[in-house]
């Protein structure tokens, strides 16, 4: 395919709504979208909703949200519109037919007339024989169908509604050629097709059918899809040169593995291991069940977005924490990988980690005013951002800054028993009584100021740096975590770095 810049490209996620999206299928909408971004091409939301039976209540909306959420954004769909709508297939259901008709009429498919009780029958049949049937070349000849059938009858049977299905005529042996800008020449054989239902009993096409129709009609240039589609190619080659269509380009994404890397990603791996694999939390609407999603779970939209884009594709250097906007500049398919990514979470929470520091402390206060509500507490925003400024470093998530720094807050409701046997020396209570009174009269109460008396005070005194600091810390902190204890102090201020010296002298007392 020539990918020459005047050539349109115009690129497609194409879901069913048959449940909440898999972070893989979240990968395959970013890829077609950074391509799309990249090259100055389209990108279009198809929703694939012909198979009724699959049909799951909240599906779209929660694909929707998905994309919204991730900040993917699409130029046409379903939710957008566009010039080759309506994008959603179950409102196209009356385009597909004269396709199949078409298809019929130059000789490539036909009419089939054999019951899905005939079928069974014939399918256990040929199991008891440890064989297995399959409707192609080799056996059409001997079922229910317009191959065999007189034109009379099918007219007859199809004029009294008789339930017919069209399948797809597939050559009995004939070598297909095709690209894929993935995995390079595939070379299948039709002997190993069999003759697809194009079109079903219902009225609908099947997917085959309204896929290759659709992504003809709204002018897609490449199909980039996951790697599940790829048996799926010859079939869809074998439609568009039935059609005398040009072809799109294909792409077929490598899987994404357990972390294990044995075997495809699954729900039942994050629920075992404990990590999401759909971006959104979702609760299927029959069992009631609710399966965690990225963003419940406290992840950056960018954090997620970013952490998939590299599985499976490298920027072909060492950058791993891209904006959108650069990663589209630096996306090719040529660097997608042909084998499958293995997931890590760990990986994933160092991506969050990442946004974390890099994200304003203005935007992580407004994400954790919400908590410091919810515990009951009135703090200025200025304040909590200068919190955050310190604390970032230190957690992962927004839910953990709590931890890192409840108390810039709240003063310690205890002392950590392990540091106080270890830090808290039968010199502490004195020297703490001594580094109250020095406190007292620092002023400029600021970082720099009471570093440089306390450790002016340390030092004239030859008390042990680390022992007067823990014990400090302690009485502060109420454990031996936190940020530089100077910036601690100069946060919460003279008077309660006082207080708290106090109330800690009491509660712990002096050591024997
Ligand atoms: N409807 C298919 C799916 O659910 C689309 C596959 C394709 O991209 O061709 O994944």
């Not at 703090?379 to 200068?386: A, G, K, M, R, T």
Request: glycine share 8%; proline share 5%; charged share 30%.
């Amino acid at each position: 395919m020539n990918m020459s810049m005047n050539q349109d490209i115009r690129v497609r996620f194409a879901p069913s709504p048959t449940g909440p999206l898999h972070m893989g299928g979240v990968r395959t909408a970013l890829y077609n979208y950074l391509l799309a971004r990249k090259k100055g091409g389209k990108f279009i939301l198809r929703i694939e909703d012909t198979d009724q039976n699959r049909f799951v209540p909240g599906a779209e909306e929660y694909i929707l949200e998905s994309f919204r959420w991730c900040g993917i954004e699409f130029d046409e769909g379903v939710h957008v519109g566009g010039p080759f709508g309506p994008y959603r297939q179950s409102e196209r259901k009356e385009l597909y037919k004269q396709y199949a008709d078409q298809l019929i009429q130059s000789g490539h498919a036909y009419y089939a007339f054999d019951t899905a009780d005939e079928l069974d029958e014939l399918r256990k049949h040929y199991e008891s024989e440890k064989k297995t049937f399959t409707y192609n070349a080799e056996s059409r000849g001997q079922l229910k169908n317009s191959l065999v059938i007189s034109e009379d009858e099918v007219k007859t049977w199809l004029d009294t509604g008789k339930p017919y299905v069209i399948r797809f005529k597939m050559p009995a042996s004939e070598e297909v050629n095709m690209q894929d800008l993935i995995r390079g020449e595939v070379v299948v054989n039709t002997r190993a097709l069999d003759d697809k239902i194009l079109f079903k009993s219902d009225g609908m096409p099947t997917y085959h059918l309204a896929n290759v129709v659709d992504d003809h009609l709204m002018e897609i240039s490449h199909v980039i899809r996951g790697e599940e589609w790829l048996p799926s190619m010859p079939l869809h080659i074998m439609l568009y040169r039935a059609f005398g269509w040009n072809e799109p380009a294909f792409a077929h994404l490598p899987l994404l593995l357990k972390p294990d890397g044995k075997g495809k990603l699954s729900k039942r791996d994050g629920d075992r291991l404990g990590f999401p694999v759909f971006p959104l939390e979702w609760t299927d609407p029959q069992t009631g069940e609710t399966t965690r999603g990225y963003r419940e779970d406290g992840y950056f939209p960018e954090a997620f977005v970013n952490m998939l884009a590299l599985l499976g594709w490298n920027p072909g250097d060492e950058r791993e924490v891209f904006e959108m906007e650069s990663m589209a500049e630096a996306f090719s398919l040529e660097r997608v990988g042909k084998s499958g990514a293995r997931f890590d979470p760990d990986k994933a929470r160092w991506f969050n980690h990442q946004y974390m520091v890099l994200k304003a402390n203005e935007e992580l206060t407004r994400a954790f005013m919400p908590v410091l509500q919810q515990k009951g507490l009135m703090v200025d925003s200025e304040y909590v951002q200068q919190v955050v400024g310190l604390v970032k470093e230190r957690a992962d998530f927004v839910h953990e800054l709590w931890d890192q720094s409840s108390f810039f807050f709240v003063a310690p409701d205890g002392y950590d028993e392990k540091a106080v046997k270890k830090r808290w020396k039968p010199d502490s209570y004195d020297q703490m009584m001594e580094l109250k009174e020095l406190l007292v009269k620092t002023e400029p109460f600021t970082a720099g100021h009471t570093e440089e008396m306390v450790k002016q005070w340390i030092e004239e005194k030859e008390y042990g740096m680390g022992a007067v600091m823990n014990a400090f810390r302690l009485l502060i902190v109420g454990a031996l975590q936190g940020p530089h204890l100077f910036d601690i102090i100069a946060l919460i201020g003279q008077e309660e770095t006082l207080m708290r010296i106090q109330t800690g002298l009491h509660e712990l007392g002096r050591k024997e």
